[in-house]
């Protein structure tokens, strides 16, 4: 068994997001749009999922890699308040805001530079703020 590693400053500190919806069918099409991706649909119970792209073979919590779901459960409300998640909107951010409004979100911040690229803030189908990265 592999031991697992302590988190430190080389490990993600983030393993797992989940944006709630209300819903699920408006704002998977609105990722998958936006995004230019296919996710994957669950229900558990009361709870639907839609999975972010992943590999269901590679151990999210010690690959580095992280990944999430849109979240429909009557546990979760979307809000424009409150944490901030980034997802990546590589290979160009531009192309991805450009696709925003069409999908039914609104762009809160414009294309801003930093150190590690570019962000922007939206808001997406459900209500929710989210901020997409990407180096270009």
Do not use: C
């Amino acid at each position: 068994m592999a031991l697992l590693k302590k988190i430190d400053e080389n490990t993600n500190v983030v393993t797992w997001f989940e944006i709630p919806v209300n819903d699920l069918t408006r704002a998977r099409k609105f990722y998958e749009t936006i995004l230019d991706i296919k996710m994957t649909l669950r229900a558990d119970g009361n709870n639907e999922a839609a999975f972010f792209p992943f590999d269901p073979n590679v151990v999210q919590a010690t690959s580095g890699r992280v990944t999430g779901v849109l979240s429909k459960s009557p546990d979760n409300t979307p809000s424009d308040h409150g944490t901030v998640v980034y997802i990546n909107a590589s290979p160009d951010l531009q192309t991805v805001l450009d696709r925003v409004a069409a999908a039914g979100g609104k762009v809160l911040s414009p294309k801003i530079s930093i150190p590690a690229g570019f962000i922007a803030i939206i808001t997406d189908s459900e209500g929710n703020r989210v901020g997409l990265h990407a180096e270009k």
